[in-house]
Structure formats: C-alpha cells, structure tokens
C-alpha cells in the first residue's frame, strides 16, 4: 500500500512541477511520446505565437472555446451543458486550457474520470501560464494527423507554407479538422468540412474583443 501510495503522489507531482517548467521550455505530450514509441512518427516544428499568423488563433479560440479569455480554465456553463447529454461527456465540454493539459498529462479516451482530472489540472494550468502561453503550448502540441502535431508542421503538411502565412480560409480548414484530425483532411476537404470552415472562417472575423487576451 506504501508503494501504490508514493505511485501516486508521483503521477500527481508530475504535472504540478512539469506546468511551471512548461513556460520556458516546449513540452513534448503524452499522445506525441506514444505516437513516437508505436513508431506513427513525431513531427513538429515549434513556434512562438508571434509566427503564427492571428487569423489562425481567432479561428481556433472561435471555434473551440469562445469564452477563453474569460473564465479561469473551466467553462462551467458549456460543460454543464455537454454533460447532461446522453452518452456522457464530449470534447465540446473541453476549453483550451482543458485539451491543453489533457495533451500534455492524460489519455485521449472519453470517460467522466479524465474529465474530472482535467478540470483542477485545467485550473492550475490558467492560474500559473497566461494565456497567451496557454494556446501557444496548444498550437504546438495540437495533432493534425498521423504522428503530425503542431500548426507549423500541419501548415508545412497541408498548405507548403509556414504557419505565419496562413490564409483565414487555410487557418479555418485545420481548426475544422481539429475534432478527428486522424481522418479529416484540411487539404482536401469534405462538404461538410468545408461548410463548418465558412461557420468558423465567420467566427474568426467577428472574434473582437473575445479573443483580448491574445
């Protein structure tokens, strides 16, 4: 029982001491470390938020989690919401901050214990990064394909260009395919991609103050 217990202090301290870290150095995630060992590959090409270009960003916070700026890692509302669906909770329950840490410390599988993990790791994670740092870490780790993470690499991938150049219709694509990058493909879209990239190309124009904190 000993053993079991200091099992789990150290699976707690892990993201506790790694998140501090995390705002000097790139972090590498769990679903990036099992990519590499199941030989899927591991490409990514870090970037500051600087080189990527803003359209990009809109679209991502516009889409995946409009009240980032505002709450303090957990959107109760949207989450509320989301878990009184039947079936259980979803990603749309998730904000940035919550598929942040998920990425960086948890399992990508859907189950009411990973979300109950998320939420106070999603807390810490806004209480001790900024924001800014915060989707700078998720455009970095982010998957947009098979052993493909982060915006520069899928901008690299998908369009030949960096992420800095991307276009509102291109930037719009790859927040489309975010969902179920495995199967979805920004380059050659679907109808129904391409209809949700107009919805979040829309979004991304109008973001204004919702995405202040950038």
Known sequence: MRRIGQFVLVIIAIPL?????????????????????????MERDWVGLDDVAPVMVNSVIMSEDGQFCEHSGVDWNALGIVLDREGGPSRGASTIPMQTVKNLFLWQSRSYVRKGLEIPLAYYADFILSKRRIMTIYLNIAQWGPGLFGVEAASQHYFNKPASKLTARQAALLTAALPNPIVRNPAKPSRAMQAKARIIEGRARAAGDYVGCI
Not at 22 to 32: A, D, E, N, Q
């Open 17 to 41: 001491v790694l998140t501090p870290i995390y705002w000097i150095v790139p972090p590498i995630s769990t679903l990036m470390i099992w990519s590499a060992l199941t030989f899927q590959g």
